[in-house]
């Protein structure tokens, strides 16, 4: 069974920049996170989409948003980046969330802001 | 709001040690309660997860850890740890809507 796929693997980009990262989840999976990992700061929630629908939201920007798709894959995009924006970018997915449910992580997307 | 805290952002054993990363936490419910571990350039992979019943609870490569309650602890354990277990180690909590993580400790072994 395939695991969570996230592309591109490695991604640069210039400030003022949009970026887009694109995530499958597990098959059967409705929910889909997504997670900044900057030096530093750790593990951030950015973003929680269930059944095509946004369901929560970290303490992001809005220039920072994204989408659920019929198939359940996702989509982030970052628009005008800043520097700080340079991280590892994290997707998961899991069944419909009920607590307890293990959620499954990507590889990950490594965005750099130049 | 719930949350973990995680003692220690470096821990440095020797090969064949024990290791044990401190994972404490705070809820105001019954936890749910997360061990990864995200090894370098790569994406978080779970090691184990408490949700009910049994306190002590194993996980993948050897590790355990043990739910106490009446100390808000989680810790992680594994009685001898091997090279490739150099690793940063997270731990979290789960919430309806999200997955809360602490700080992480990154593992450091000696031969």
New interface residues.
């Given amino acids: 069974e395939a695991g969570?796929t996230q592309s591109p693997t490695h991604l640069i980009k210039t400030r003022g920049q949009q970026a887009t990262l694109r995530c499958s989840p597990i098959s059967g999976h409705t929910s889909v996170?997504w997670y900044q990992q900057a030096l530093g700061l750790?593990?951030q929630?950015l973003l929680?989409y269930d059944e095509g629908e946004e369901?929560?939201r970290?303490n992001f920007p809005p220039r920072f948003s994204g989408r659920q798709f019929p198939n359940y894959s996702s989509e982030l995009n970052v628009n005008a980046l800043e520097l700080e924006d340079s991280a590892l970018y994290?997707c998961?997915s899991s069944p419909r969330?009920?607590?307890?449910?293990?959620?499954?992580?990507?590889?990950?997307s490594w965005l750099t802001v130049v | 709001a719930q949350s973990v805290t995680q003692l220690g952002s470096h821990v440095s054993v020797s090969e064949g040690a024990l290791v044990l990363l401190r994972c404490n936490y705070s809820s105001s419910v019954p936890p749910y309660l997360f061990w990864y571990v995200q090894y370098p350039n790569q994406g978080l992979q779970l090691l184990l997860k408490y949700t009910t019943g049994a306190t002590l609870v194993k996980g993948i490569n050897g590790f355990e850890a043990e739910f106490k309650k009446s100390e808000t602890s989680f810790h992680l354990t594994k009685p001898s740890a091997h090279m490739s277990d150099a690793a940063e180690y997270f731990c979290a909590v789960s919430t309806f809507q999200k997955l809360v993580f602490g700080t992480g400790t990154r593992l450091l072994v000696s031969p």
Avoid: K
């Avoid at chain 1, 009920?98 to 992580?105: A, D, E, K, L, P």
């Fill in positions: 969570v996170y750790g593990l929630f929680w369901r929560n970290g994290l998961a969330r009920v607590s307890g449910n293990t959620i499954y992580f990507g590889e990950g």
